[in-house]
């Protein structure tokens, strides 16, 4: 786990089981929850947060579930609750659930402060206190700290982010949860805040909590890691509230290949990762999902294949074989010679021109009928050339 503000590597802790769960008609069961969390951490996620405190009692079973498996897997210090401002009450459900780590939610904007606590400054920061009091009598840990509603209250009350951040960082507190509770923050905003904070607050650990109303999650991450950020926060899928969050596939990718940054996550695991939470939540994962959809490493168009064949000219560094998978090419109205012999030859047949051709016309014949075209079909195609 990152401790300091090594400038190789990037945390990530995975809410799936915790904000993932907040996507509607998604609820994920004891099984579920423990399959999920087992899988997270065996890909390399450096930590989950597997629930929030004081939901029911089914949510308190799963997280003591979680919690035993942890311990005996010697994983306990990479698993923590959301908490909340509340004396002991979350402390006391942790403790409960045996967890041995929270993550506190605080207001990060002054609007959220007024509106929905109904308090000042002041009177949240000794809620606060009170809060960090009761965990470390009762033994709980706290491994950081959100601050909700952060991207309007770093743009509306910034006086009101300093003060609550002197506070944080007197009371103990060493890492902060920088959230775009709505999305709402473009990559350039996200630069200039995070900046903003790591220099005004050298001794504090920031990562960043993205969600995706307007589709820019990834690039937000991808900003808040180049302006500073040590971590950052994804689901596995995008799954969350609304638009959801920063997915954990497309994070990794970004990070690896555009951000010159090294995560602990093992690639060849996010498909299986994938489909798990996919079962579990009963959201299939698009066929054109970056990353691990059904779609994503194959070529439709004649002339990719024909590009692929002759120098592998529509191959980039996202390569299926670093996630498992290999490239495809469809057969269907648009293909082209290439990709009818690609797929002759990987039947075992020695193809001549003419039988190219012969095979193409009933390929796109078949497409041009909207019927589809299998592997198997050319077979025949090839062996009984006067029928299509």
């Not at 920063?246 to 990794?252: C, G, M």
């Amino acid at each position: 786990m990152q401790t300091d503000r090594d400038r190789t590597s990037v945390t990530l802790m995975d809410t799936t089981l915790r904000d993932g769960e907040q996507t509607p008609d998604v609820c994920f069961d004891s099984d579920d929850k423990l399959s999920i969390a087992r899988a997270l951490l065996q890909a390399g996620v450096d930590r989950i947060e597997i629930g929030s405190a004081r939901v029911s009692p089914g949510e308190q079973r799963s997280a003591r579930r979680i919690a035993e498996w942890a311990r005996d897997a010697g994983l306990a210090e990479r698993i923590a609750l959301l908490g909340f401002c509340d004396d002991r009450r979350s402390v006391d459900w942790a403790l409960e659930a045996g967890v041995p780590a929270m993550n506190l939610l605080v207001k990060g904007s002054e609007r959220h402060c007024r509106l929905q606590l109904g308090a000042s400054l002041v009177e949240h920061t000794a809620r606060i206190a009170a809060t960090l009091e009761a965990a470390a009598r009762g033994g709980l840990a706290i491994c950081g700290v959100y601050l909700e509603d952060w991207s309007r209250g770093v743009t509306e009350s910034p006086a009101y982010v300093a003060q609550l951040l002197d506070s944080l960082s007197s009371l103990g507190i060493r890492r902060v949860y920088l959230a775009d509770t709505l999305g709402v923050l473009e990559p350039e905003q996200v630069s200039r805040g995070v900046r903003r904070m790591c220099r005004a607050h050298p001794e504090l650990l920031f990562e960043f909590h993205a969600h995706d109303d307007y589709g820019l999650a990834t690039a937000n991450c991808l900003a808040a890691v180049r302006a500073g950020a040590v971590g950052l926060h994804t689901t596995v899928g995008g799954l969350g509230e609304r638009a959801g969050n920063a997915s954990l596939e497309q994070i990794v990718a970004v990070l690896h290949d555009h951000a010159g940054r090294r995560t602990a996550v093992d690639e060849a695991s996010l498909c299986q990762l994938g489909e798990l939470v996919a079962k579990a939540s009963g959201r299939a994962v698009p066929q054109n999902a970056p990353v691990v959809g059904e779609h994503v490493f194959t070529q439709t168009a004649g002339v990719h294949a024909d590009g692929d064949s002759k120098a592998l000219l529509y191959a980039s560094r996202l390569a299926p074989e670093r996630f498992g998978r290999c490239r495809v090419y469809a057969l269907g109205k648009l293909s082209g010679r290439a990709s009818v012999e690609h797929h002759l030859r990987a039947l075992g047949f020695a193809p001549s021109p003419a039988q190219v051709e012969h095979v193409l016309a009933a390929v796109v014949a078949c497409g041009e009928a909207k019927q589809p075209v299998r592997r198997e079909d050319l077979a025949r195609w090839i062996e009984q050339p006067h029928s299509p």
